[in-house]
């Protein structure tokens, strides 16, 4: 959902937790903010300049998209998963994201298909100059222009909240600028596969994708 950017009072301070927890998930997807580390309601209220109450809401939109959790003690922290967790996660992040590829490949458009073009031209600008955080992001924009060419936002959704979750266990694969360059190269075959408009082809070349993704994060956590 885009920030609402009315000049309305009432707008503006609707905005404001969306405003942060955007900005918590960027960090969080980054790998910036660690699994388990505590995210502070004073701290994070001195760091955005406002009262602690927006930044009370903008953590439980996290706590409740699962990005955060609530502590057993006082506290909000970033969410960490067993490797039975992390694995059930993948497994069904690797379903939907296949479905996506699926549809993506029989409903390609002109206009989808540029999206996904400029988001991977993107990816390789970043990864060619070393740059981790703009890869980060490049990375996530090109899978959300999937999602998005499937005309589906319901499923997109589902699909942008399971990449979300498996952020920063995705970032820590990245340890040089030749991991990026790989990264973006794998990019490439499964364009390939999706502009094919074949729907096995496709479906096989993200769930290849996305298989090799999860390897990669498992022995990097």
Do not use: W
């Given at each position: 959902?885009?920030?609402n950017?009315s000049?309305?009072?009432?707008?503006?301070?609707l905005?404001?937790?969306?405003?942060?927890?955007?900005a918590?998930?960027?960090?969080?997807?980054a790998g910036q903010?660690?699994?388990?580390?505590?995210?502070?309601?004073?701290?994070?209220?001195?760091?955005?300049g406002?009262?602690?109450?927006?930044?009370?809401?903008?953590?439980?939109?996290?706590?409740?998209?699962?990005?955060?959790?609530?502590g057993?003690?006082?506290?909000v922290?970033v969410?960490?998963?067993?490797?039975?967790?992390?694995?059930?996660?993948?497994?069904?992040?690797?379903?939907?994201?296949?479905?996506?590829?699926?549809?993506?490949?029989?409903?390609?458009?002109?206009?989808?298909?540029?999206?996904?073009?400029?988001?991977?031209?993107?990816?390789?600008?970043?990864?060619?100059?070393?740059?981790?955080?703009?890869?980060?992001?490049?990375?996530?924009?090109?899978?959300?222009?999937?999602?998005?060419?499937?005309?589906?936002?319901?499923?997109?959704e589902?699909?942008?909240?399971?990449r979300?979750?498996?952020?920063?266990?995705?970032?820590?694969?990245?340890?040089?600028?030749?991991?990026?360059?790989?990264?973006?190269?794998?990019?490439?075959a499964?364009?390939?596969?999706?502009?094919?408009?074949?729907?096995?082809?496709?479906?096989?070349?993200?769930?290849?994708?996305m298989t090799?993704?999860?390897?990669?994060?498992?022995?990097?956590?």
């Amino acid at each position: 959902m885009p920030l609402n950017r009315s000049d309305d009072l009432t707008d503006t301070k609707l905005s404001t937790p969306h405003r942060i927890a955007q900005a918590l998930m960027d960090e969080i997807s980054a790998g910036q903010l660690e699994p388990g580390q505590r995210l502070d309601e004073v701290g994070l209220a001195e760091r955005f300049g406002v009262s602690r109450t927006p930044v009370r809401e903008a953590l439980s939109r996290l706590t409740a998209q699962g990005i955060a959790v609530q502590g057993e003690r006082r506290g909000v922290f970033v969410a960490q998963y067993s490797r039975k967790e992390l694995g059930q996660i993948f497994e069904a992040m690797h379903e939907i994201e296949t479905a996506c590829a699926r549809i993506v490949s029989q409903r390609l458009d002109l206009l989808n298909k540029s999206e996904i073009l400029a988001a991977q031209a993107e990816c390789v600008a970043a990864a060619e100059a070393g740059d981790l955080n703009r890869y980060l992001k490049a990375n996530e924009a090109f899978h959300v222009a999937i999602y998005a060419a499937t005309g589906n936002p319901y499923m997109a959704e589902m699909a942008l909240e399971f990449r979300l979750r498996t952020g920063p266990f995705r970032a820590k694969r990245f340890k040089t600028k030749e991991d990026l360059i790989a990264s973006a190269q794998s990019h490439q075959a499964l364009i390939d596969d999706i502009f094919s408009e074949d729907s096995i082809t496709a479906s096989k070349g993200m769930r290849d994708h996305m298989t090799a993704s999860f390897l990669q994060a498992l022995k990097a956590s």
